[in-house]
């Protein structure tokens, strides 16, 4: 029988994480994994000044970037050996730069799962590509290993379309949640209307769901939806990710990146 597939990005620091995390979304979703180990291409290494380097100097550069590369492929292969998401697992090594592997990849699979503890650092560019680039939802493993997902689902619901994205991309594991609350921050007649909405139209999709207004407070919206979150003891978060810029991935709307920095529990995206 055939069944969708889940791409896993691993990494060394992360990779049992996101591969539990994937390993667990594959249940919900009768999915395969594909754990996925990108290697950086030697030739991206060489700096635009290139010319200025004697031969050897290239070479060296390129081999050190290539043995690097091999290093973190044994290193996330023992990992996934270790614990595989999955009877029906692959695990795949690819050459390339990171953003450019996760668009093409992740447009041939049903869903992206990456590790978030790169954003701190600044490098959002694979959630990014896989937000952005590849029309499929993401969903970002926070650093510690989960013990479930979907069982406790809060949505962070606002009347847009990456939002309505996000939370009909959710639906399968809405299906099998013990509570869903659908979370908006607003004290207007507008708000209300648009959660009565989202919440008859789950309904009819044979999600029920509890709903809840929040009132602002001058802050900022995403941590009041946060506290909400922790309040239900969420296991799984649904939201739209929305983006500032086209032109850079890496660069998001201000509670997009809020959420990647401060991600404590699995976070399912959708743009």
Request: net charge negative; charged share 25%; no cysteine.
């Given at each position: 029988m055939s069944l969708p597939v889940i791409l896993a990005l691993v990494d060394p620091a992360n990779g049992a994480a996101t591969l539990k995390l994937a390993g667990l979304a594959s249940d919900i979703l009768n999915a395969a994994v594909d754990a996925i180990v990108i290697k950086p291409d030697p030739r991206d290494s060489i700096?635009?000044?290139?010319?200025a380097m004697t031969g050897d100097m290239i070479t060296q550069i390129m081999a050190s970037t290539e043995a690097a590369g091999a290093e973190r492929a044994v290193a996330v292969r023992a990992l996934y050996d270790a614990a595989p998401?999955?009877?029906?697992?692959?695990?795949?090594?690819?050459?390339?730069?990171?953003?450019?592997?996760?668009?093409?990849?992740?447009?041939?699979?049903?869903?992206?799962?990456?590790?978030?503890?790169?954003?701190?650092d600044?490098?959002?560019?694979?959630?990014?590509?896989?937000?952005?680039?590849?029309?499929?939802?993401?969903?970002?493993?926070?650093p510690q290993a989960v013990e479930s997902v979907g069982k406790r689902v809060a949505i962070f619901w606002k009347d847009s379309k990456e939002a309505a994205a996000a939370v009909w991309a959710s639906v399968p594991f809405l299906r099998q949640a013990e509570l869903v609350k659908v979370l908006t921050v607003g004290?207007?007649?507008?708000?209300?209307?648009?959660?009565?909405?989202?919440?008859?139209?789950?309904?009819?999709?044979?999600?029920?769901?509890?709903?809840?207004?929040i009132s602002p407070k001058g802050g900022i919206d995403t941590d009041l939806l946060v506290d909400a979150a922790t309040s239900m003891d969420a296991d799984l978060i649904v939201m739209g990710a929305y983006s500032r810029s086209r032109i850079?991935?890496?660069?998001?709307?201000?509670?997009?990146?809020?959420?990647?920095?401060?991600?404590?529990?699995?976070?399912?995206m959708s743009h």
């Open positions: 700096p635009a000044i290139a010319e998401p999955g009877k029906t697992a692959a695990f795949i090594e690819v050459v390339g730069r990171e953003d450019f592997v996760i668009a093409s990849e992740g447009r041939a699979r049903a869903l992206t799962v990456l590790p978030s503890s790169d954003t701190r600044g490098d959002t560019l694979a959630i990014g590509a896989a937000l952005f680039e590849t029309g499929r939802p993401a969903l970002i493993a926070p004290d207007d007649a507008m708000s209300a209307a648009s959660l009565e909405r989202i919440g008859a139209g789950l309904l009819r999709a044979g999600v029920i769901t509890e709903r809840e207004m850079r991935e890496q660069i998001f709307g201000g509670v997009t990146q809020d959420m990647l920095e401060t991600l404590a529990r699995p976070v399912l």
